[in-house]
């Protein structure tokens, strides 16, 4: 089984800042790239898809792919207090989903 | 149904015992997959369901682990003999896509079934 790799945090970010969680993937052929957010007890939901190299935005969150350099990123503008969860990176291999262990995020208010 | 819907929510089995955790995928979808979280760990991979051919079990930990969707909807996973090693939480995901079509899609998650072996 190929790797998703992420920090595991806790990445600590003010209230307002940007956040920016990184993973980097193992598998060349993947195609299909997501970030969900879980809080704690709760079940992932998913935030973002992104697909093809370059930006993707949707309201204050913006996925960055680099599949070049086997990379993936989620940038959260204006973080919210309410953004606290851990952000798991996640990586098709062939026609499963693979996730990384997570990145806690805490926004300090 | 509106979303994947698990069954049980908690189970605490004492250890040796079997038990088997139910997954109803939203209506319609033909994937259907497990994982299982530990505390403070990513959700790992255990098997895949396309209707009801399990078309990947390479994540199962061990034989005492097995999943059946006999008529390609419910779904279940059954755990034999559990061990303490066994607590975590099982989460099961069902995605409208198949094999083959464009990568371009979504699995949604149930709110999973809590294990704990004591």
């Known amino acids: 089984q190929k790797e998703v790799e992420q920090n595991s945090g806790p990445l600590s970010v003010p209230e307002g800042a940007i956040a920016s969680l990184n993973c980097t993937y193992s598998d060349r052929v993947s195609q299909s790239f997501f970030w969900y957010r879980q809080y704690s007890g709760k079940s992932p939901e998913l935030i973002m898809s992104?697909?093809?190299?370059g930006d993707k935005e949707d309201g204050r969150f913006t996925a960055q792919l680099n599949k070049a350099s086997q990379y993936v990123s989620l940038l959260i503008r204006d973080s919210q207090p309410s953004d606290s969860a851990t952000y798991l990176c996640a990586v098709n291999e062939d026609d499963k989903i693979i996730f990384g262990k997570g990145t806690r995020l805490h926004i300090l208010p | 149904g509106a979303g994947v819907s698990q069954s049980p929510r908690y189970k605490v089995a004492k250890r040796g015992q079997d038990v088997a955790l139910r997954c109803d995928p939203i209506?319609?979808?033909?994937?259907l997959f497990w994982y299982q979280q530990a505390l403070g760990q990513g959700p790992e991979f255990l098997t895949y369901?396309?209707?009801?051919?399990?078309?990947?079990k390479s994540g199962l930990p061990s034989d005492r682990f097995f999943a059946e969707r006999p008529e390609g909807s419910v779904s279940t996973l059954k755990i034999q003999r559990t061990q303490q090693e066994d607590s975590a939480v099982y989460l099961c995901?069902?995605?409208?896509?198949?094999?083959?079509?464009?990568?371009?899609?979504?699995?949604?998650f149930g709110e999973g079934s809590w294990l704990t072996v004591v």
């Open positions: 369901f396309q209707n009801e051919a399990q078309l990947d």
């Open positions: 995901a069902s995605s409208s896509r198949v094999t083959g079509t464009p990568k371009e899609y979504t699995i949604y």
């Open positions: 209506s319609g979808h033909v994937s």
């Open positions: 992104i697909y093809s190299n």
